[in-house]
Structure formats: C-alpha cells, structure tokens
C-alpha cells in the first residue's frame, strides 16, 4: 500500500510537471496558426469588443445636454413607454419570423438538389449562379428590386399588364413591402447557405450509402436515416447563426424602405439609428441597442437549450 501510495504521488508530480512544458510544446508547434489567428482576434477587440465600452451611455443622457450626466434607467422607462419601440419591436419579430420560416429550409432543399445532379460541372455552374448574388452590397440589390418592380418600367409590372392586371407600387406598398424583404433576403443569401450544406453533404462517407442499398433502403430511406442525420450538426449551427441575428436586421432595411412603409418596416436598428444619429439622443439610443443586444444574448442561449433537447446537439 505504501510502495503503491508513494508510486501515485510520483505520477501526480510528475504529471504536474509535464502540463506546462506539453502546453508550451503544442503553442510552439501550432505558432503559424495562432500568428494567423492574431489579425483576426486584434480586429475583434478593435470592432466589436472595445465599443462595448460605450453601452454606459445607455445609463446617461448623452445627446440632450453639453454636460453628460447619469440618469439611471430613465432611458430604458421611456423605451417601454415609446410607441415607436413596441412597433419596431413587433415588426423586427414578424420580419425575423418570415426570415425563419422562408428563409431557413430553403438552402437545405437546394443542396440536397443540387448533390443529386451526377454532372459535376452543371453542378458547379449551377452553384456559382446562386451564390453570386452574396457578394452583392444591399445597396446594389435594393437598386435592383426598385428597377424590377418599377410601376412605369419595371418587368414585373409590364407582365402584370399583359394579362390585364394594373401596375402595382410595390416599394410603397405596406401590404407587398414585407414579401419583397423575404424576397430579396431570400435571393441574396441563399447560396451562401447552400454552399454551406453542399460542403458538409461531401464528407459523408459513401459506404454508409452502400450500406443502406444493399440493406434495401430506397432514396428517402437513406435521406432520413443517413443524411439528414449527418446534416444535424450543421442545420444546428446555421440555426443558431440565424437566431443570433434575428433583432440585428438592418442595413437591408435601411437601403430600401421608405416613410410609405415606415409603419410595417421600422425595426430596432433602424430605430435606433433615427433616434441616435438623426435625432442625436445617444443615450436613448444606446439604451435600444443594450436591449437588442441582451435579448438577442437569450435568444441565442434559449436555441441552444433547444437544439440540446430536440437535436441532441450542443453548439455553444
């Protein structure tokens, strides 16, 4: 027992001894990869963690007085008692939604499409068509839709009068506006998902394929029991991707919506930029983003609970 204690108590130092010098023997080994990391890491706290500093302005009345002062939760009060947060709130809730439920499901179907065409370069060809439209700035695209659904000269109107239909002022129009952001949303990002998927669709191993044929499964039985379980991974992640972004809608927005619309379009961003930049209430407006941000923090948190319980997927 002794001879057997005192072996244990070697291991142990040794062990903790060794720790540090195996850390410092991988770092030195992976040194290329962490110096490429580093631009990337200098970029974020540049970007996105050093303005973080300023979410106290929330707490301030920044923008209304030469002298900044606190105020306490004075400004998140008058967000909760603002018309104009609920109805932003609600509308960036129903565009999100629409996002969700048009958007999400869209580049697993084309992948699974478009991996079952055998000619590799149609294939391709077809790929490169629908991810060109990603590189597009929302400048460019929102410029595109307003010359697409033009009343005067636009295509869509000119085949609307062809078949006896009068033109329709769709950029103006609250009923229509909602469909054209899905639209344009849809027609822009689409391909960037679907790479996504056709990526993770090419690691799958093709015995596994084999296996189920010679087993008798047919094309929807190796679907559900081979494919889409080894696109779980992934569907959680873009998921989870897609969450996080949810109340972050903006730079679309802003490009192409108009006063007409103000009242089915205005979301929290583009709330907070009129009440920020325009009006020049920085604490108000600091106090929206605080709110956006936290309870997108939730969201995020509250998916990943879920994809635990349904998917048996943790991604955080």
Known sequence: MMNNSAQAQKSLEFMTERTPSKLLIRLKQQRFLLLMLLPTLIWYIIFKYLPMIGSYLAFTDSGLSANISFVGLDN????????GFWTSFGNTLIISAYYLIFYFPVPVILSLLLNEFRSVRFKRALQFTIYIPHFFSWAVVGSLFVMLLSPGSGPVNEIIKIFGGKPIF?????????????SSHLWKDVGYGTVIYIATLATIDPELYDAALVDGAGYWGRLWHITLPCLRSTIAVVLLLQVSNILRVFEQILVMYNPAVYQVSE??????????????????????????????????????????????????
Do not use: C
């Open 267 to 316: 979301v929290l961003q583009t709330y907070s930029f009129t009440e920020g930049l325009l009006n020049g209430d920085i604490g108000f407006a600091t106090a929206i983003g605080l709110f956006t941000s936290i309870t997108s923090l939730l969201l995020v948190f509250g998916t990943n609970s879920l994809s635990k319980k349904v998917m048996h997927e943790s991604i955080l």
């Open 170 to 182: 769709f950029m103006v129009s609250p009923d229509w506006f909602r469909s054209i952001l899905v």
């Open 76 to 83: 998140f009060r008058r967000l909760f008692q603002s018309p």
